[in-house]
C-alpha cells in the first residue's frame, strides 16, 4: 500500500518586541490587536477539524507580550487613547492618522460607519479640528471593533450587538470592546495548550528575541549568499549570545507551554552550520527553513515548470539529518543526539500562494487549488514505496486581513476538503520524524534566510550598518564596564544584558532596510536606540551624545514620491524614464508590515503616475515581461459634475463581478494593440468606452495618456490608482498592495 502524501502546516507567529524601557510604553499595538484576533482565531478554526494536524511556532518575546496584556500590564498609545474619555487636537490627528490601520477594502469597508468615517477622513484631508467627539468616538470603537476575533463579531451577543449599532458609541461601549479583546488575549496561551494536549497540534519556539543566528555567530557569515556585500565597520562574533538566545527561548517556552519544545524556527528561517551545536545542546530535534538553503546546500538546482510546479520534487519534499560537528568551533560538545537532528525545507511557492496569491481568489478556488497542486506533487513523486513530507510554512497572522472574510472560508474550505482526502494527510512535523527519520544527510549547510536565500534584509545598507556598530559600540562599553565593576549588582547585569539582547532582535534591521517601509520607521528607530541607551541608565553611566541622533534620516519614504510639477511625457515605452517624467508621482512595492515577503522579488518594478491641465499619465515597469500576465490600471475617478462618459459600447459587456479596489474604471493593456478604457457598471461588470487613449508598451513598459475630459475630470478633482498584473483573471500582484493611491490635481499655478 503506498503512502499518502505528508503535509506539514507550520504557522509562525511574530511581532517585534514592542516594550519601550523609558516609560514602559508599547510603541504600537500589534502584539495586543493580532492577539485579540488572529491568534485566537486560527486556533479556533483548526479545533472544528480535529482531523487536521499542524504545527505552530511562537516567539517567546511575542509570548511575553500577550501575556502581559493579558495581565493589564501592557499599555500602547492607541490603548492609552481609546480609554480616554476626550482626546487634546495632538490625540486626534494621531487617531485620525493611525486608526485607519486595516486593510481598507477588506476590513473597513463592509461595515456602512468605519467606511463612512473613511470618506469623511478622506475629505477633510488631515484637518483633525473640523471632525466632532462623535466621529473620534466611533472611530476608536470601530478600529478596535475590527481588531478582534471574527467569531465574536458574529456570536458574541455583547459584541454583535455594538457591530450592529454601527455608531452612537459611547466611552462605555468602547470599554466593553477593550475588556473582550484582553479576554482574547487571556485565552490565547490555554487555547494553544489544549489543541497540543489532545494531539492536534505542535508547539515550537524560536530564539527568545527573534535574532538573525548567523550574524550574532558573525557578521561576515552574510558574505557566504553575497560576496562582495558591504559590511559594517566592527567586528561582531558573539555565538555566546547565539546560546543565550536559544537558551533563553527554549526555558520560556517550557515555562509557558509546559514542556521542551522540539522544534524551532530560526527567526527568518535564517540559518548557518555554526548555530547546529548550539540548538542540539539545548535539545532542539529538529529545525525549519527555506527551500533556497536546501538547493545551496546540496549543490541542486530548484526546476519548477511554468505553474510552478517542481520538475525534480523528490529532493525537497523529505527531512535530511544534519551533520552538527560542522559547526562545532566554539560551543563545547553535547550530548550526540540519536537519531540525529533534523531538518525541513518549506516549499516557498506553496507558502507564497497562501500568504500573497490566494487572497485574490474566492475561497473555495483558493482551497481547490492548493490541494489540487499536492494532488500534481504526489503524481510527480511517482515513489509508492517512500513517505514524503511537503512543508508550508508562513506568517500565521499578516495575510488574513487581506483576505475576504479573514480568510475563514479559504481555511473551513481546505481543512474540511483534506479531512476528507485518503491520498494526504495532514502531520505535526515531530509526528513524521517519529515515524519516518530521514533517510538522507546534509554534510554542509548553507548559510542564508527565507528570503533571497541570503541575509541581506538585515545587513549591507548604510543604514542597516550603522545599527550594527552601534549596537557593537554598546555591547563593547558594557563588557568593558562589567570587567571593571567588581561586585557589580547580578539584577544590574541581568537588565543591562537584557536590552543588549533586545537590540539584537531581526525586526530593527529589517525597518531600516530600503525595501521596507512601514510609515512609523522612527519608531523602530529610537525604540532601538532606546535600549541600548538604556543601557547606560542602568550602569549609572551618562548616555553618549551619538546614542541620540536618529539612525534612519527622517525623510520621504524611499518607495514614494508625490507629482511636483505639470507632465507631458512623449509616449515611447523606454527602459529608463527620461526626464518627461522627473514631475510625475512614483510608488514601488514595499513589503508587508510584518515578517512577511514574498520569497522572489515582486514583478512590478514601479509606477509613475502624472497630470497636466487636460490628460492622466501613467508608466508602469515590470522586472519581467509582460507577455504571461494581464496587465491593467483601476481608476477610482469621480467626475465633478454629471457629465457621462462618451461612447458606451454596452455589446461588449464583461461580467467581472465585484471591481477591484472600489475602482470605477479599468484601462487593460492589449499587447499588439494598445489599451482598452472600460467602465464599471452599477452590476460590477465592465462597459467599454469609445476614447482617445494612448498607450505605448514595451516587453516591460507600459506608458498610457487617459484625457481628463473622457473620465468627466478637472484640476481640482482627486484620482486614486492601482497597477495591476493578474493570471487566470485573478490579481497576482499590484501596486499599491492594498487600496487605491489617491492624489489630487492640484491647479500648479496655485501652489
Known amino acids: 500500500m503506498s503512502h499518502p502524501l505528508y503535509v506539514a502546516f507550520v504557522w509562525h507567529m511574530h511581532q517585534p518586541y514592542y516594550r519601550e524601557y523609558t516609560g514602559g510604553e508599547y510603541v504600537l499595538p500589534w502584539a495586543r490587536l493580532h492577539g485579540a484576533k488572529e491568534y485566537i482565531h486560527m486556533a479556533q478554526i483548526l479545533a472544528q477539524y480535529p482531523a487536521i494536524k499542524a504545527t505552530f511556532n511562537f516567539v517567546p518575546s511575542l509570548v511575553e507580550q500577550i501575556l502581559a496584556y493579558a495581565h493589564g500590564e501592557a499599555v500602547d498609545r492607541a490603548l492609552a487613547l481609546s480609554r480616554q474619555h476626550a482626546w487634546s487636537d495632538d490625540d486626534k490627528a494621531y487617531l485620525l492618522a493611525f486608526f485607519f490601520s486595516a486593510n481598507w477594502e477588506k476590513v473597513i469597508r463592509p461595515y456602512p460607519r468605519y467606511n463612512q468615517l473613511l470618506a469623511l477622513r478622506h475629505q477633510v484631508r488631515g484637518g483633525h479640528q473640523l471632525l466632532s467627539d462623535d466621529f473620534y468616538r466611533d472611530l476608536v470603537a470601530w478600529f478596535n471593533l475590527v481588531w478582534i476575533d471574527p467569531l465574536a463579531l458574529e456570536d458574541d451577543p455583547e459584541v454583535l450587538a455594538l457591530v450592529e449599532k454601527g455608531q452612537g458609541f459611547t466611552h462605555g461601549d468602547i470599554e466593553l470592546v477593550l475588556r473582550k479583546q484582553q479576554e482574547?488575549?487571556?485565552?490565547?496561551?490555554?487555547?494553544?495548550?489544549?489543541?497540543?494536549?489532545?494531539?492536534?497540534?505542535?508547539?515550537?519556539?524560536?530564539?527568545?528575541?527573534?535574532?538573525?543566528?548567523?550574524?550574532?555567530?558573525?557578521?561576515?557569515?552574510?558574505?557566504?549568499?553575497?560576496?562582495?556585500?558591504?559590511?559594517?565597520?566592527?567586528?561582531?562574533?558573539?555565538?555566546?549570545?547565539?546560546?543565550e538566545q536559544v537558551r533563553r527561548g527554549v526555558e520560556a517556552h517550557r515555562r509557558h507551554f509546559g514542556e521542551a519544545p522540539r522544534g524551532l524556527w530560526p527567526s527568518e528561517g535564517a540559518v548557518c552550520p555554526e548555530m547546529l551545536p548550539v540548538l542540539e545542546r539545548h535539545g532542539i530535534?529538529?529545525?525549519?527553513?527555506?527551500?533556497?538553503?536546501?538547493?545551496?546546500?546540496?549543490?541542486?538546482?530548484?526546476?519548477?515548470?511554468?505553474?510552478?510546479?517542481?520538475?525534480?520534487?523528490?529532493?525537497?519534499?523529505?527531512p535530511y539529518a544534519m551533520s552538527v560537528e560542522t559547526g562545532r568551533t566554539a560551543v563545547s560538545p553535547g550530548p550526540t543526539r540519536d537519531p540525529p537532528m533534523a531538518a525541513i525545507f518549506r516549499d516557498h511557492t506553496l507558502s507564497d500562494r497562501i500568504g500573497f496569491v490566494y487572497q485574490g481568489m474566492s475561497g473555495q478556488d483558493a482551497a481547490e487549488d492548493l490541494i489540487g497542486r499536492l494532488h500534481i506533487i504526489r503524481e510527480r513523486l511517482d515513489d509508492p514505496d517512500h513517505p514524503y513530507l511537503v512543508s508550508i510554512i508562513l506568517d500565521g497572522e499578516n495575510c488574513w486581513e487581506s483576505y475576504p472574510d479573514y480568510g475563514d472560508p479559504f481555511l473551513h474550505h481546505l481543512y474540511q476538503r483534506l479531512t476528507e482526502e485518503e491520498a494526504i494527510q495532514t502531520v505535526t512535523v515531530s509526528e513524521y520524524l517519529e515515524q519516518y527519520p530521514p533517510r538522507q544527510a546534509i554534510s554542509r549547510l548553507a548559510t542564508g534566510s527565507w528570503i533571497g536565500g541570503n541575509l541581506e534584509t538585515w545587513i549591507g545598507e548604510a543604514e542597516q550598518n550603522q545599527a550594527w556598530e552601534t549596537l557593537a559600540q554598546v555591547r563593547r562599553e558594557l563588557v568593558a564596564w562589567q570587567n571593571a565593576t567588581?561586585?557589580?549588582?547580578?539584577?544590574?547585569?541581568?537588565?543591562?544584558?537584557?536590552?543588549?539582547?533586545?537590540?539584537?532582535?531581526?525586526?530593527?534591521?529589517?525597518?531600516?532596510?530600503?525595501?521596507?517601509?512601514?510609515?512609523?520607521?522612527?519608531?523602530?528607530?529610537?525604540?532601538?536606540?532606546?535600549?541600548?541607551?538604556?543601557?547606560?541608565?542602568?550602569?549609572?553611566?551618562?548616555?553618549?551624545?551619538?546614542?541620540?541622533?536618529?539612525?534612519?534620516?527622517?525623510?520621504?519614504?524611499?518607495?514614494?514620491?508625490?507629482?511636483?510639477?505639470?507632465?507631458?511625457?512623449?509616449?515611447?515605452?523606454?527602459?529608463e524614464s527620461s526626464l518627461e517624467w522627473a514631475g510625475a508621482g512614483l510608488l514601488e512595492p514595499t513589503a508587508s508590515t510584518g515578517a512577511m515577503q514574498p520569497a522572489e522579488a515582486t514583478l512590478l518594478r514601479r509606477l509613475y503616475f502624472g497630470y497636466n491641465p487636460s490628460s492622466l499619465f501613467f508608466r508602469l515597469e515590470s522586472r519581467s515581461a509582460f507577455g504571461p500576465y494581464q496587465v491593467s490600471l483601476f481608476l477610482q475617478a469621480e467626475a465633478e459634475s454629471d457629465q457621462q462618459p462618451l461612447f458606451l459600447t454596452l455589446e461588449e459587456e464583461v461580467e467581472v463581478g465585484q471591481t477591484p479596489f472600489g475602482a470605477n474604471w479599468r484601462v487593460d493593456l492589449v499587447p499588439g494593440f494598445g489599451a482598452t478604457l472600460r467602465l464599471a457598471s452599477q452590476r460590477g461588470s465592465w462597459l467599454e468606452v469609445e476614447s482617445s487613449v494612448e498607450s505605448t508598451a514595451g516587453e516591460r513598459v507600459w506608458e498610457v495618456c487617459l484625457p481628463l475630459e473622457v473620465l468627466g475630470l478637472s484640476l481640482g478633482s482627486q484620482v486614486g490608482v492601482a497597477a495591476t498584473l493578474g493570471r487566470d483573471d485573478q490579481i497576482i500582484e499590484s501596486i499599491p498592495s492594498q487600496a487605491l493611491h489617491c492624489f489630487t490635481l492640484a491647479d500648479r499655478e496655485d501652489v
Open 184 to 243: 482574547h488575549l487571556a485565552r490565547v496561551i490555554p487555547l494553544y495548550n489544549d489543541l497540543r494536549d489532545r494531539g492536534q497540534i505542535e508547539l515550537t519556539t524560536s530564539p527568545y528575541y527573534h535574532p538573525i543566528l548567523p550574524l550574532l555567530t558573525d557578521l561576515e557569515t552574510a558574505l557566504r549568499a553575497s560576496p562582495g556585500l558591504p559590511l559594517p565597520g566592527v567586528s561582531f562574533r558573539h555565538i555566546e549570545d547565539v546560546m
Open 285 to 318: 530535534r529538529w529545525f525549519a527553513t527555506d527551500e533556497a538553503i536546501l538547493a545551496r546546500s546540496l549543490g541542486v538546482k530548484i526546476d519548477r515548470d511554468p505553474a510552478g510546479h517542481l520538475n525534480n520534487p523528490r529532493f525537497l519534499y523529505q
Open 486 to 575: 567588581a561586585g557589580a549588582s547580578l539584577d544590574v547585569l541581568a537588565e543591562a544584558w537584557r536590552q543588549i539582547y533586545i537590540a539584537e532582535g531581526s525586526d530593527w534591521f529589517w525597518w531600516y532596510y530600503s525595501h521596507n517601509v512601514s510609515g512609523q520607521d522612527h519608531l523602530f528607530d529610537c525604540a532601538f536606540r532606546d535600549h541600548l541607551a538604556s543601557v547606560y541608565f542602568i550602569i549609572g553611566r551618562p548616555v553618549p551624545p551619538w546614542l541620540t541622533e536618529p539612525i534612519r534620516a527622517i525623510a520621504e519614504p524611499r518607495d514614494y514620491r508625490s507629482p511636483h510639477a505639470y507632465i507631458t511625457p512623449h509616449l515611447v515605452a523606454g527602459e
